[in-house]
């Protein structure tokens, strides 16, 4: 048995959609684990009316649902504490993504998770693959569907497993119409949604190759040690940018509401590339006390947004953005500075370059990425109402 | 060898349309093939396919038969066998063969073939047994298959070198991307060592690392076959892809600078995000020796790289990497800062940034140069 100081084991279990089975496969694994003798219980289980997936609850210990009043109706939760309290080696925690709802000690079931592993509790959870954080961006664009629960990158990393569910579109469609998945009003919105073929594929690829990623992080943190890599300044004499043994990428956001897709890029493709990733927002003091308040609103959103991402930010003081950000890029050793594209080309621009321009123009000693929006497939259907984050 | 830019046809070809449909009928009478893709033996495969077939055969309806197991098979297995109806394999020169023409005779639904990389004696009519699930399939007979990815011909050798030993059987990967349906049986690699004899703890860690590489092929694998039924889809349904879950970066190199670094890059960013590497550049006509020598020297990097290199023909330079970005589903595009800039260029915006102002939807890396 693990020392009770010792952090709990998470595995997470992968699927692209509802239905794919990855609660089945949950419980089994809680079966599997009771037959070799661990001290195993369900925290919390979402049975969404399967009549298979209940089957599989026969023998095993239950831990029961907390009830939480909020505005007139009553909410049940998983009961973190009374899980606790009842100590397993091993625990079943059903929709890692879940929200909370408000007055809940805590925001997300995943910060519950945190806890449960803190007290040495192992933890086998699900998810789907667009509820990662880093791939919102994209299925929305393909799917039209803006994925509200989110659980950052990071979460997933640290998990010492992750195994896919996987099921071909064409099955899980069959499971869909014989209601296997939603009751029939629910089935008829999905179908609208994400269970489309086409959608399903792409979801479906999403989580291979995400997997394969978690596979490949696994095993490469295992051969190698990273080697040492330099703190963020703000004085000294100009460095040239690291020969590429490495990456370092320097984010730069703006109040603009594209930042946090451009956050999601930028650490999306230095996790990719094992690469160094901050952020940092220019303005003409070193803090925001005096934007206008929406403004400072939108950034302060975007640097909290990129911290919960676990993204070192700076506000850079300067008058000057761009000579700033290659200034400071020069002196921490940057490769990639990221930025958005800008929106649309004014006829201003024509006289003034933008703020793309004019980094592209002086930091021609490295790499500057310029992020465009993405936009929606024309092909996909609006999203049809009633269906939230939680159900996908 | 550069290739010329085709494009496709706005227009659908008639010719193409009547392939599409004669295609179409050919596979609605042809079964269909399921194919169940494991990273090792031990991750359940067999058990996977022939669950399969049971909930086919007691919840469907379908006629189901077992055409083919392994010799060796573990109870779970045993206990799914029992409740299936199997048509025993026959000898030929001392070699279990699948009994292609008693499973023809019975004409089932849906036939069950674990092993699709076994080979057979010489004197049967298929030197493979996927040549035989091909006859099946052709007689309107479905499979439900299973595969080890150490048997698909074209991952042979990778998997070959980090296993440390290599098989004589193999399957054609395009076999699997002829199958309806794929599905990866996917376990942490715990789950297998079991099955792969003793050793010590560091023998034990490093068949782990094998495992976990193989285990990420797998999956590679099938995100591919997976990409490519998706483009299929798409295709086939007249909806634009203008999406895409695989990284394709597009270099853009020029007879005026030396694109090695940032050829190296792409190659790193395709390997690291398995993504594409594709070059491309713009013809022109009034190269001096020293821009063709270095176009071609670019031109040989990139073929060195691995990339897909493409000679495209355009009046525009930006305008033409565009169109062709956007009609390979570029997700980045890198372009290097022109050396050449005029003064015009310093005050409108040189191809760069006519690149950055064009790429909707597309990013743009740009490299020092």
Redesign the interface.
């Known amino acids: 048995m693990a020392e009770p100081a010792a952090r709990g084991h998470l595995?997470i279990i992968l699927g692209y959609a509802a239905g794919v089975g990855k609660t089945y496969k949950m419980l089994e694994e809680a079966h599997e684990l009771k037959r070799q003798g661990v001290d195993v219980v369900v925290g919390y289980f979402e049975p969404h009316g399967r009549k298979d997936t209940i089957g599989r609850l026969e023998g095993m210990e239950v831990i029961p649902r907390r009830r939480i009043e909020y505005r007139g109706v009553t909410f049940e939760e998983m009961d973190t504490d009374a899980i606790l309290r009842r100590n397993p080696q091993s625990c079943a925690v059903d929709e890692f993504a879940h929200t909370n709802v408000p007055g809940s000690e805590r925001g997300k079931r995943w910060e519950d998770v945190q806890v449960l592993l803190a007290a040495g509790i192992d933890v086998i959870t699900t998810m789907n693959v667009q509820h990662l954080e880093s791939l919102n961006d994209?299925v929305w664009?393909?799917s039209g569907v803006r994925v509200r629960e989110r659980i950052p990158d990071w979460v997933v990393q640290q998990a010492d497993?992750v195994?896919?569910?996987?099921?071909?579109p064409?099955?899980l469609l069959n499971r869909l119409k014989r209601g296997a998945v939603y009751s029939p009003e629910k089935a008829r919105i999905a179908a609208q949604n994400f269970f489309q073929?086409?959608t399903l594929?792409?979801l479906?690829?999403?989580a291979?190759?995400q997997?394969?990623h978690e596979?490949?992080g696994?095993?490469i943190a295992?051969?190698a040690e990273p080697a040492p890599r330099p703190d963020l300044r703000s004085t000294g004499a100009p460095q040239a940018p690291a020969v590429?043994t490495y990456d370092r990428i320097l984010i730069a956001i703006t109040a603009d509401p594209p930042s946090a897709a451009l956050i999601r890029?930028g650490k999306r493709v230095a996790d990719?590339?094992?690469a160094d990733c901050f952020v940092a927002f220019v303005h003409s003091r070193g803090d925001l006390a005096d934007l206008p308040a929406e403004d400072r609103k939108a950034v302060e959103n975007h640097l909290n947004f990129a911290r919960s991402l676990r993204i070192e930010t700076r506000i850079l003081e300067g008058e000057d953005v761009a000579q700033t950000l290659v200034g400071f890029a020069r002196l921490n050793r940057i490769t990639?500075i990221f930025l958005a594209?800008?929106r649309r080309?004014s006829r201003l621009a024509?006289l003034r370059?933008s703020l793309?321009?004019q980094v592209?123009r002086l930091a021609?000693?490295?790499?500057?990425?310029?992020?465009?929006?993405?936009?929606r497939?024309?092909?996909a259907a609006a999203p049809a109402p009633g269906l939230n984050g939680s159900q996908i | 060898m550069a290739q010329n830019l085709v494009l496709r046809p706005e227009r659908p070809d008639p010719d193409e349309l009547l392939r599409k449909v004669m295609a179409e009928e050919a596979r609605e009478r042809r079964g269909k093939l399921?194919v169940f893709l494991g990273y090792a033996s031990g991750v359940g495969k067999s058990l996977r396919m022939l669950d399969e077939g049971r909930r086919r055969k007691e919840r469907n309806g379908e006629d189901v038969v077992v055409g083919a197991t392994q010799l060796e098979s573990t109870t779970d297995v045993r206990a799914l066998l029992e409740r299936l109806e199997v048509i025993p394999l026959r000898y030929v020169e001392g070699v279990p063969v699948m009994d292609i023409d008693a499973i023809l005779q019975r004409k089932p639904q849906v036939c069950l073939v674990d092993g699709l990389a076994h080979d057979n004696p010489l004197s049967c009519r298929h030197r493979h047994r996927w040549e035989e699930v091909d006859e099946l399939l052709d007689n309107g007979i479905s499979v439900i298959a299973s595969v080890n990815l150490q048997y698909i011909e074209e991952q042979h050798d990778k998997v070959a070198q980090i296993r440390g030993r290599s098989v004589e059987e193999t399957v054609p990967q395009a076999f699997l991307g002829r199958a309806?349906?794929?599905?990866?049986?996917?376990?942490?690699p715990e789950s297998c060592l079991g099955c792969e004899g003793p050793g010590g703890e560091a023998d034990r860690?490093r068949r782990?690392?094998q495992l976990?590489?193989l285990?990420?092929i797998a999956?590679?694998l099938?995100?591919d076959v997976?990409?490519h039924?998706?483009e299929r889809?798409?295709l086939e349904?007249g909806?634009?892809q203008?999406?895409s879950?695989?990284e394709r970066f597009l270099v853009w190199i020029t007879p005026y600078g030396d694109a090695g670094?940032m050829l190296?890059?792409g190659s790193?960013?395709a390997r690291?995000?398995?993504g594409e590497l594709i070059v491309a550049y713009v013809a022109r006509p009034d190269l001096t020796p020293a821009e063709r020598a270095m176009l071609d020297r670019n031109l040989k990097l990139a073929r060195e790289a691995g990339a897909d290199v493409h000679a495209l023909d355009g009046e525009d330079p930006a305008e033409t990497i565009l169109a062709f970005a956007r009609s390979r589903g570029a997700t980045?595009i890198f372009a290097a800062?022109g050396s050449r800039q005029t003064w015009v260029e310093r005050t409108?915006?040189g191809p760069?940034?006519r690149l950055?102002?064009g790429?909707?939807?597309?990013?743009?890396?740009?490299?020092?140069?």
């Open positions: 595995k994209q664009q393909f497993e195994v896919l569910v996987d099921l071909p064409d099955a073929e086409s594929g792409a479906r690829e999403l291979l190759r997997t394969a596979v490949e696994r095993y295992q051969e590429e890029r990719y590339l094992h990639q594209r800008p080309p024509l370059p793309v321009q592209v021609r000693d490295m790499q500057v990425t310029v992020v465009a929006e993405r936009h497939a024309a092909a | 399921k309806t349906e794929i599905e990866v049986v996917d376990a942490p860690l782990e690392q976990a590489q285990r990420e999956l590679l099938a995100a997976v990409d039924q998706l889809y798409l349904h909806m634009e203008i999406w879950a695989n670094p190296e890059s790193r960013n690291r995000f398995h980045q800062h409108l915006g760069v940034d950055i102002r790429a909707e939807g597309i990013d743009v890396r740009v490299f020092p140069q």
